[in-house]
Nanobody, 125 residues
Framework: QVQLVESGGGSVQAGGSLRLSCAASGYRYNKRYCMGWFRQAPGKEREGVGL???????AYTDSVKGRFTISKDNAMNILYLQMNSLEPEDTAMYLCAARDRTYCDRLLPTDFAYWGQGTQVNVSP
């Protein structure tokens, strides 16, 4: 059974940084995989933030390029999201997700089978 647990959220001022973590258990970290970070603000649809696959390839939505970085610690089965230069528009619940396929292609929530419970990020002006 795959379990994903996020942590690291909090409240920061605009321009600040946070690092989110996602601890994965029961997932094939030692094989080919695809994982992603998503976010959802109140009253808005869930949107993709970025993807990472087992080769270390990453992709990001335009609004976070150059500010956010996804990385992974395969030994510890942890996925990270480093967020710099945070803006009030980044305020949302952040969730990590994993595919039940061995590759990444689209940054769409419907492509992901496993989800964490989320961690809240609040960015004040």
């Amino acid at each position: 059974q795959v379990q994903l647990v996020e942590s690291g959220g909090g409240s920061v001022q605009a321009g600040g940084s946070l690092r989110l973590s996602c601890a994965a258990s029961g997932y094939r970290y030692n094989k080919r995989y695809c994982m992603g970070w998503f976010r959802q603000a109140p009253g808005k649809e869930r949107e993709g933030v970025g993807l990472i696959d087992s080769t270390g390839w990453t992709a990001y939505t335009d609004s976070v390029k150059g500010r956010f970085t996804i990385s992974k610690d395969n030994a510890m089965n942890i996925l990270y999201l480093q967020m710099n230069s945070l803006e009030p528009e980044d305020t949302a619940m952040y969730l990590c997700a994993a595919r039940d396929r061995t590759y990444c292609d689209r940054l769409l929530p419907t492509d992901f089978a496993y989800w964490g419970q989320g961690t809240q990020v609040n960015v004040s002006p």
